[in-house]
């Protein structure tokens, strides 16, 4: 009972390594110039003004998905958008200096 309300209210962890291990797209929010200034390996970026007309970049609407920014409030933006265009496992990562030490 725990663990269900622990995850209805979102006070469960969420185990960024693991669903990097397992395949999760990490996609950055930033615009294009913090983008070069510094991200996470692999990351993809699409800074959130421009998320609407490059969904096509994101063929899989059932992969994990992990949105990052600068502080969680872009990313949370993506996350919503992602979510209400049928994108099933969206997690929103938060900083990406934070998001990068947790994987």
């Given at each position: 009972m725990l663990d269900t309300i622990n995850h209805l209210f979102g006070f469960k962890k969420t185990d960024y390594a693991?669903?990097?291990?397992?395949g999760a797209i990490i996609l950055d929010v930033r615009s294009k110039e913090e983008?070069?200034?510094?991200?996470?390996k692999n990351s993809i970026n699409i800074p959130v003004d421009q998320l609407l007309?490059?969904?096509s970049r994101l063929k899989d609407k059932n992969k994990t998905i992990i949105t990052c920014?600068?502080?969680?409030?872009?990313?949370a933006s993506a996350k919503t958008l992602l979510v209400?265009?049928?994108?099933?496992?969206?997690?929103?990562g938060g900083g990406?200096?934070?998001?990068?030490?947790?994987i």
């Open positions: 693991d669903l990097i291990k397992k983008f070069a200034g510094g991200h996470i007309k490059n969904l920014c600068a502080s969680g409030m872009r990313s209400k265009n049928g994108y099933t496992d969206v997690h929103n990406w200096a934070s998001l990068n030490s947790k």
